[in-house]
Nanobody, 122 residues
Framework: QVQLVESGGGLVQAGGSLTLSCAPS????????MGWFRQGPGKEREFVAR????????IYSDSAKGRFTISRDNAKNTVNLQMNSLKPEDTAVYYC???????????????WGQGTQVTVSS
């Protein structure tokens, strides 16, 4: 059973940047499809980005496209979400997720982290 540990959240001004990291405790990041979801205040959890096991087939939500970059660092055993040009509407709890085969926008991955808060001030 893999446990996902997120880090890197915080408070940032609009237009700023943050990088979130997710480390799978008890497993190798290269063994899973990994993704990020978020849940804003009063909203449902939504898909942000995912990267498949072999680093290809990356997809983003429309809101993340062009501003966020998901990447895998096998040496550090992490998956990262670089977030640029942040907007107040990006304020949310960001969750790392993983599954053995695929992480997709409309299905629920098998493993979840506890979440890390990102707050973007205007």
């Amino acid at each position: 059973q893999v446990q996902l540990v997120e880090s890197g959240g915080g408070l940032v001004q609009a237009g700023g940047s943050l990088t979130l990291s997710c480390a799978p405790s008890g497993g190798s990041v290269s063994s899973y499809a990994m993704g990020w979801f978020r849940q804003g205040p009063g909203k449902e959890r939504e898909f942000v980005a995912r990267i498949m096991r072999y680093g290809s087939n990356i997809i983003y939500s429309d809101s993340a496209k062009g501003r966020f970059t998901i990447s895998r660092d096998n040496a550090k055993n992490t998956v990262n979400l670089q977030m640029n040009s942040l907007k107040p509407e990006d304020t949310a709890v960001y969750y790392c997720a993983a599954d053995y085969n695929s992480v997709n926008p409309t299905t629920r991955p098998r493993f979840w982290g506890q979440g890390t808060q990102v707050t973007v001030s205007s």
